[in-house]
């Protein structure tokens, strides 16, 4: 079993990998920042690593032009495959009284560390590339409509990003969700 130490040097280096392969989403962003950003942030590191062990592939994707931060979301092609068929939040899988999922979006993004895209953030991944062609993405959704009783997902087809509703204790095994973190 790898250290710590062994453990942190191979994510920073899959981390670097990807965002060398993939600079268009980050143009005029140097690696050394990032990193010298994660090397601050040991929390952000351990967020990413359970990001990235649930098949998220993280990379950078956004800058706060105030603050200098970089968020990473999770960029895989197809919502992450260790984080689908679930529903929408605890409120929803406990109120599930027939074959409750075993966990949700918010719980499980909440434990890693994380937040669920809303709908601008997944509309900018979408921009940088089609995702979810395939699969959906639960998304934070607004108070108004999980007061209701329906949270939102998205997806990509027929060259469009599309942002449904469904009521939040559903779930499938083509639905995930995706997320991400700010260092």
């Not at 990998?17 to 994660?38: D, I, S, T, Y």
């Not at 108004?144 to 998205?154: N, P, S, T, Y």
Request: proline share 4%.
């Amino acid at each position: 079993m790898p250290s710590r130490d062994e453990a942190r040097d191979r994510l920073l280096g899959t981390l670097e990998a990807r965002f060398a392969a993939h600079m268009h989403r980050h143009e005029g962003l140097a690696w050394a920042e990032v990193r010298a950003r994660l090397n601050a942030a040991p929390a952000a590191l351990d967020t990413l690593a359970e990001m990235e062990a649930s098949g998220g592939e993280p990379d950078v994707v956004d800058v706060d032009a105030e603050t200098g931060a970089v968020r990473f979301v999770d960029c895989v092609v197809e919502s992450p495959k260790g984080r689908r068929s679930v529903c929408y939040d605890r409120e929803a899988r406990v109120g599930r009284k027939k074959h409750p999922p075993d966990g949700s979006a918010l719980e499980r993004a909440s434990a890693m560390g994380a937040e669920l895209l809303d709908e601008a953030a997944y509309r900018r991944l979408q921009a940088l590339g089609p995702v979810d062609t395939k699969t959906s993405s639960w998304l934070k959704t607004p108070a108004d409509i999980r007061g209701l009783g329906g949270a939102i997902f998205g997806d990509h087809r027929y060259g469009t990003v599309f942002i449904y509703h469904n009521g939040a204790d559903s779930y499938y095994g083509a639905r995930g969700f995706r997320c991400g973190v700010w260092v």
